[in-house]
């Protein structure tokens, strides 16, 4: 069964810090890449990191890098998404998404196509 179920989404003000996190089933989380996307009001879809199942290989958006940090707990299932210093720029709605890896951490990169999504969960910066 293909669950991501997000949380953690709201409303701070610039500068402030937020943690998402993305809860999952068995079905796909297990070997799998694990991702996090955003897409703002009339513009695309945009991704903001990824990472390994073994939590070795971490990919970031230029955008959101040394802001943002991905990990993940194997035993709950689970993906987190740090954001801190976060800007007005950064508010979106935030996707959990996942994708195969195949065994290999390349597969994981924000570049490659995520086949299981999540419904997502707003952030929203004020200045």
């Known amino acids: 069964q293909v669950q991501l179920v997000e949380s953690g989404g709201g409303s701070v003000q610039t500068g402030g810090s937020l943690t998402l996190s993305c809860a999952a089933s068995?079905?796909?989380?297990?070997?799998?890449?694990m991702g996090w996307f955003r897409q703002a009001p009339g513009k695309e879809r945009e991704g903001v990191a990824s990472i390994d199942f073994g939590g070795s290989s971490t990919y970031y958006a230029a955008s959101v890098k040394g802001r943002f940090t991905i990990s993940r707990d194997n035993a709950k299932k689970t993906v987190y998404l740090q954001m801190n210093s976060l800007k007005p720029e950064d508010t979106a709605l935030y996707y959990c998404?996942?994708?195969?890896?195949?065994?290999?951490?390349?597969?994981?990169?924000?570049?490659?196509?995520?086949?299981?999504w999540g419904q997502g969960t707003q952030v929203t910066v004020s200045s």
């Open positions: 068995d079905y796909t989380y297990s070997g799998n890449c």
């Open positions: 998404a996942a994708r195969p890896s195949l065994g290999t951490s390349w597969r994981c990169s924000l570049g490659m196509p995520y086949a299981y």
